[in-house]
């Protein structure tokens, strides 16, 4: 071999090794400027909630903030895609669900994202029980009356949910499967601007996740008939089960977890997700989400291979649910 082909190996190799230093090096210094956080949903909703909360810590242990940018559209899957297609550096993430994270390919076949397999899981954020609410004089006074009242009713009510594909949609979709009704569905950029109108009594009824409607609850602003759980919210100790309630089939509990573009390095997670562990092991942290009738998940659930498995098991679960209830 010449001397020059000798000189441009070494060169070549000197160059790689560099970069790779360098990579090593920007993993070992990240987070070194502040870190995007999608949710795919308007704010006032569960995501933005969760997301506002947990970030808030998170951003504490990290030593940079981070930013929580609202993308709402399509059931949460437009902040979704956007999250999968960015720069995989750690420096964009996604507070997905399960219904942007498990129920969205049942209902998007053009879906631009495979949960599964596009992005890298960081962990569960919380568990999010589900409730069924009406507006606050919806003419019920209990689960068996409002089950009664909107099978007579139902093409006169109007019920709310957050777009095609979202935990709302879902839920709404199994409800009314179950009650074998078709009520009009009407979509919202997320269930905070929904709730907006619960409250005022533009729309009728929906099923939600629990941890933006415990204030409202509390304050008699809407009615709430059911937790569809096997036990009463530590949060709403008066609200029945739907067991209690006399509709032991409707067992729903949705969840949100934070997602990081595919091919985002593992050191990355790592830290991400022991700031999130941490973040759900702080008391005050901790009790705003237990507070709000969250459910936080124990150490191995709140893994990252935890949150791929629980991807995976949505992903089978919903795909029947919603394709024989013709959720569209
Ligand atoms: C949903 O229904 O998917 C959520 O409630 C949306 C949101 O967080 O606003």
């Not at 960081?122 to 004089?137: E, F, M, N, S």
Request: hydrophobic share 45%; proline share 8%.
């Amino acid at each position: 071999m010449g001397s020059t082909r000798r000189g441009l190996i070494a060169a070549a190799a000197a160059i790689t090794l560099s970069a790779a230093l360098a990579a090593g090096t920007a993993e070992a210094a990240y987070p070194e400027r502040p870190i995007t956080m999608i949710v795919p949903f308007a704010a006032g909703g569960p995501t933005d909630v969760i997301a506002r909360i947990v970030a808030e810590d998170m951003s504490k242990t990290l030593g940079q903030q981070i930013i929580i940018e609202n993308v709402a559209g399509a059931g949460g899957t437009t902040g979704s895609t956007r999250a999968a297609q960015a720069a995989h550096d750690g420096y964009t993430l996604v507070m997905g669900h399960m219904g942007t994270h498990g129920a969205a390919p049942a209902l998007y076949p053009n879906l631009k994202y495979d949960p599964a397999k596009d992005f890298e899981p960081v962990g569960l954020a919380a568990g999010t029980p589900i409730l069924i609410v009406a507006k606050k004089d919806f003419p019920a006074k209990d689960l068996k009356e409002f089950v009664a009242y909107v099978k007579a009713n139902a093409s006169k009510l109007n019920e709310a949910h957050a777009g095609v594909g979202s935990v709302s949609h879902s839920t709404c979709t199994l409800f009314n499967s179950q009650l074998g009704i078709k009520p009009t569905m009407v979509p919202y950029n997320g269930t905070g601007p929904a709730l907006n109108d619960l409250v005022s009594g533009q729309v009728d009824f929906m099923c939600d996740q629990i941890v933006n409607l415990v204030p409202q609850i509390q304050a008699g602003t809407i009615k709430a008939y059911a937790v569809a759980i096997p036990e009463r919210s530590p949060s709403l100790p008066d609200v029945p089960t739907t067991k209690e309630a006399g509709l032991p089939d409707y067992q729903v509990s949705a969840w949100n977890a934070i997602f990081a573009p595919k091919g985002t390095p593992p050191e990355i997670i790592a830290k991400l997700n022991a700031a999130l562990v941490k973040a759900l092991d702080d008391p005050n942290t901790r009790k705003r989400l237990l507070d709000l009738g969250g459910v936080i998940a124990d150490k191995p659930g709140r893994s990252p291979e935890a949150l791929h498995e629980l991807v995976v098991s949505e992903v089978a679960r919903w795909t029947p649910v919603l394709k024989g209830a013709n959720g569209k």
